[in-house]
């Protein structure tokens, strides 16, 4: 699915500049495939924004499960500026090696850290972990 998401963006089916850094690879991919991606990623933000707009005067989690390599915490924190005001708790939980290997490409990207931890400290409790003030990365 990375590689997917990684080839649509860069034809332009929507903004992406984040799962090319979890993956190299490239490869083509046959238009119905694209356009599969792109329903895909915008059914996914699209839901996410409905909800913000529906608890826009609350405190929201959400929850990734299976997260992977998803990128849609990076997308919303720097696109959209409902996401940016609200109070959210952006929840990610995916097998360790996942984890751990999403953690490597977080720390190798100072554009990713500062999306998560703004003005605050990294921190990682654990080689599967990170936390900060609206997201959290945890293995299962």
């Known amino acids: 699915a990375l590689i997917s998401k990684i080839y649509a963006a860069k ?28 329903t895909r990623v915008f059914s996914v933000r699209s839901l996410i924004s409905r909800f913000l707009e529906k608890f826009k005067d609350d405190e929201v989690q959400i929850l990734s499960l299976g997260a992977g390599l998803d990128t849609n915490y990076f997308d919303h924190e720097e ?10 708790k952006y929840f990610e939980v995916d097998f360790q090696d996942i984890v751990i290997n999403k953690l490597s490409v977080i720390k190798e990207n100072t554009s990713l850290e500062k999306l998560i931890f703004k003005e605050e400290s990294p921190e990682y409790p654990s080689e599967d972990s990170l936390i900060s ?3 959290r990365l945890i293995s299962c």
Not at 12 to 37: A, C, H, Q, V, W
Not at 83 to 88: I, T, Y
């Open 133 to 135: 003030a609206r997201y």
């Open 79 to 88: 696109n959209s500026d409902q996401f940016k005001e609200m109070n959210v």
């Open 11 to 38: 034809l332009k089916y929507f903004t992406d500049d984040y799962s090319k850094l979890f993956n190299k690879k490239e490869r083509k991919m046959m238009p119905i495939i694209n356009r599969g991606t792109w």
